[in-house]
Structure formats: C-alpha cells, structure tokens
C-alpha cells in the first residue's frame, strides 16, 4: 500500500516567464545609463592635463545631459554620483601615492556627492526650456559647494582647471573660474541639446502639423539649443581683448630656482636640510653664470615651498646659508619655510630675504590642506587609525593677510601651492596691489603623478584670470615661468636641479573678474536656484491638475 500523501493544495503556479535573451536584453538596457555616465566622468578626466585634450569637456556634459534629461531626481542623483567617480577617481588618484588607496578613495567618494546632487538638480530641471543653462548652473554650484566645505573645501578638478588649452580660456580673464566653467558646461549641454532638437526636426519633416503651431516651436527649441552652443563661443573670443602681455609698469627680471630633492616620498622631509642645501646650491650655480655674462642679473629669485622645512629664525646655520645665497646672487629671495612649532605656532611661511638686511617680511600660507598640514577631527581619526594621524604629528596655523612682497621696487604675490586652487587666495594678492604673482610649491610628494600638471594648469588660469605673469618655483618640479595669457614661455623637467631666468611683463590694471571677485559665482548660483524653484513649481502644479 502505498504511502504517498496526495497535496491538498496545488503548488504555485509562476507565470510565463521571458526568455533568457529577453531578460538579459532588458538587464542591458537598465545598465545602459549608469555604464554611459561613468564613461562620461572619465571623458571629463580625460580632458584635464597633461594632456591637452580640453574638447573632451564638451564631449563629457553632451554625454552627461543625455543620461540625465528626462529622468527623475532619484536617478539623476544616481546617475550624477556615477559621473563623478568616473571623473574624480582618476583625476585625484596621486592623493594616494605615498598614504595608500584609503584617503584618495575616500576622498573621491565624497566629492562625488556634490556632482551626485548636481545631476539630480539637472534632472528636475532638464524638462525645462532652455535646460542647458539652469543645468550648467547646477554644475557651478556644486563646484561652489564643494570649494567651501567640508574643512574648508577642495576645489581641485573645477572644470576651469582643465582649459588651459582650450577656446574657452579667454573667459577667465570675463569672469573667473566659474565663468569659465559654465562656458564649457553650457556649450557640451548645448551640443547635445542641438542634437537632440535636429533629430526631432528631421523626424518630423514632411509632416503636416495643423496649422504648423507645433512646427514653429520646434524650430524654435532648436534655435534656442544653437544659442546656448554659440554664446559662449562668442563670449570667449570677445574676451580676448581682455587678455594682454603688455607691460604696463615695465619689466623685471625674475630667476626661479628648483633645487630637487634627496628622494621622492613623504620620507623626503627627513633630509630638511639636505633640500635646503640643494636650492643654496642651484642658487650659487645661478650666481656663477650671471657673473659670466651666461645669464642676465635677476631683480629677484623665487624658491619654492619648504625649501627650507629648516627654521632660519631660530638655526643660525640655515639663515647663514640663506644670507650666502642672497648676497651671491645680487638679489632678494623669496625662501619657503617651516617657521615655529615646538610649543609655539607653526606656520608655513614665505620668508622675503634681502642681501643686506636678512629677513625683512613674511607671508604665512593661509589656506591649509585638510589630512595634509592640520588633521581634522584628530581625537576621532586617532581612534580607527592611529598611524595616520602620526603623520601629521603638529598642526600649522593659518596666516590671516594676503602675502605681497616688494623686491627690488616690484609687487609680488604669494599663493602658496595648494592656495592656487582656491579663487579668493589669489585675487586678494592682486586686489593688495601684486603686479606678477608666484605660486611656490611643493610636489615632491606626489612622485611623478599627473599632480603637477594639474596644479600648473590652474596656474596658467589664475594668469589670464587677473592678466598677471605666474611664475611656479617647485622643489622638484615642474617649475615654470606663463606669460599673462597663460603661455608657458620656460619650464623644468621633473626631479631635476634648474633655474629658470625671464624678463617678463609688470601689469597693474585689472581684469573683469578681478574686479568682481565672487559677484559672477553667486550670480549662477542665483540661477541654479531660480531653475530649481520652476522646475519644483512646475512639478507641483502638474501633480496638483492630475489629482483635480
């Protein structure tokens, strides 16, 4: 007999079910958006130096206003976080050369946040008319955001920053970086825009609509789509006029000394004086060759950035080596320090050095880096990683006045390294009277990484910005001299002692964007908003007549 039970109840019944073909096509589809906006971040990498491939910007933000228009907030944010991974991964990837993958992947996890906010703030406004201006709005905004927080902000990969070669460059001098910024973000939103509307004529071609009401708005839609394409051109070749290399308070002539170092690496700081030791010494090499008639007398020699981590207010052996050097040359010097500490502040300071009268003028660095020069939330961070907060054993202490040296009758701003990235940190040299402006820095750090390149390219920027020659001393290179048009008319190789000897133009008047500081980044911000509120408007009265 048999003892099998007959079930009570049928067992479910699945329905039909795709095929696997099907599903997989669907999986595809799905996976089409996120897959295209990583890509479109990585086109936007791609055009930043070194390599002078400033179009790919356009290409990334025609590819960024595809994946995003027409999706909801939700997936814009998504979409928008994508984005920007793809693009600052690669681009801050030197953060973790010497401290290992944790802070550089942290670090681009966090900035991605603020294009992740963007890109849901262009998908609510991408339904919009004229969508390519609020949306090249919100990308300035979130550039604002994340040069201004957290721990005081990191404005590193501002579109800005990778247009040293391009077009769009003029606009600096209109209106800044954010000017620049939106010019190239409008005309890639725009190109898409004008594609998007010729498919959409083309589609409709032959095709009688009424009275031809709808016809004409489309062809309106795409006039207004090549306008957001040809503005910013037009604007960039207008702003041409504003770019100059006149000299408009005559010459100097300016010697910059990169002395190397002993090794690559954060343990390069063990040899301090050994790096202070190598820029007296380019310095006497440069000595020697001025007094052969080998190279014109500099009115004044720039070091860079901790070319001497040696406090020469307190080791008489450092100042007398400095004093040596200043007296060789004929000239004053500018000597980056490490001043203080040890139960006093520490600063990172920029000691001004005449031949005669020693040290007679400083200028402490004011923007310090975050994880680099101070560690935020020690007390936290000492907790889950000890080792790294040994590190940074002693906190700088920031400076509070804009640093502007007067050598040998010139007026020369300090932004120190890390402060080029940050707009109110070099307009201020300038607005306190700077006629050419130095960006000392030090980069030995970062190995032979794309970092240096990033960093001369914003100086490149800040020159056309404010119509200023830039000169770059740093310790390892690539130290360089750009004209007031961003040109660079002499640089180093990496890891290699030299000194850079140029005359080079004096100006004193000021740009457009000098004049109006933050007033064109608040403007966009303005408008960001004003897109957001219509497009939330919109939303509510269209939820609103459904319900009714």
Known sequence: MSTTKTPTTEPEQLGPQPPAPARLRALAHRLVR???AAVGGVLLYLSFPPRPLWWLALLAFAVLGWVLRGRTWKAGLGLGYLFGLGFLLPLLVWTGVEVGPGPWLGLAAIEALFIGAAGAGMAAVSRLPLWPVWSAALWIAAEAARARAPFGGFPWGKVAFGQADGTFLPLAALGGTPVLGFGVALCGFGLYECLRQALRLRGTAGVRTGAG????????AAAAALLTVLVPV?????????VSDSAEDGTATVAVIQGNVPRLGLDFNSQRRAVLDYHV???LR???????GKEPQPDFVLWPENSSDVDPFVDDDARAVIDQAAKAVGAPISVGAVVGGYGTKLYNEQVQWDPKLGPVATYDKRQIQPFGEYMPLRGLISTFAPGYTSMVRED???????????????KVGMATCYEAAFDWAVRDTVTAGAQ???VPSNNATFDRSEMTYQQLAM???RAVEHSRTVTVPVTSGVSAVIMPDGKVVQKTAMFTPASLVAKVPLRSSQTPATKLGTLPEWALVAVAAAGLAWAVTRTVRGRRGTEA
């Not at 009401?213 to 309106?220: C, E, I, M, Q």
């Not at 700088?396 to 010139?410: E, I, L, N, Y």
């Open 34 to 36: 996120p897959a295209v």
């Open 213 to 220: 009401g709808a016809g004409s708005v489309r062809k309106g």
């Open 234 to 242: 037009a604007a960039s070749f207008g702003a041409r006029g504003l």
């Open 281 to 283: 010494r380019e310095t």
């Open 286 to 292: 440069l000595a020697d060759r001025v007094r052969a």
């Open 396 to 410: 700088f202490s920031r400076g509070t006045k804009p640093g502007v040296f007067t050598m040998s009758g010139t």
């Open 436 to 438: 050419l402006i130095s």
């Open 459 to 461: 100086s490149r920027v």
